[in-house]
């Protein structure tokens, strides 16, 4: 079970998933979310979800883990998850495999509530257990 008084979120950070989640591109779910990704470097990538009128879309998370993929970066330490309300938004399916390929069982995802507080903190097995990894393939 994940932990469910995680650590508290510098104002920056805070500040800067607010800001992301409110630039995110929701006009059909109204659901706007942000991601800010922490890169084993310590540098900060964010991510915001960008929907299209056929209603397939980029997610915050993978928005985020795109951007340390183009600054050369393959190691998330800590991801934050921030929705509009107060209930847990955590990474969609596809989110959750997509932190994985980046992920060690260091990583750290957490899930904040609309105004940028805390709710929960998750290690890559709690949030996607038994998961299939670039481990599980044959190296060529």
Do not use: W
């Not at 800067?16 to 929701?26: G, V």
């Not at 985020?64 to 399916?93: D, F, K, N, W």
């Not at 069982?105 to 709710?119: E, F, M, S």
Request: aromatic share 6%; hydrophobic share 35%; charged share 20%.
């Amino acid at each position: 079970m994940a932990e469910t008084s995680p650590a508290p979120l510098s104002d920056a950070l805070r500040q800067s998933l607010l800001q992301t989640r409110e630039r995110a591109y929701a006009p059909y779910s109204r659901h706007p979310v942000g991601a800010l990704l922490i890169a084993e470097s310590g540098r900060h990538y964010l991510g915001c979800n960008v929907e299209s009128a056929n209603y397939k879309g980029l997610c915050a998370e993978a928005g985020a883990i795109s951007a340390m993929i183009a600054q050369g970066e393959r190691e998330i330490a800590t991801l934050y998850v921030i929705g509009p309300g107060e209930h847990l938004c955590t990474p969609c399916g596809d989110c959750r495999q997509r932190i994985r390929e980046f992920a060690t069982p260091d990583t750290v995802i957490i899930v904040l509530d609309g105004n940028g507080a805390p709710l929960k903190r998750y290690t890559m097995e709690q949030l996607l257990p038994d998961s299939f990894g670039p481990e599980n393939l044959p190296q060529a």
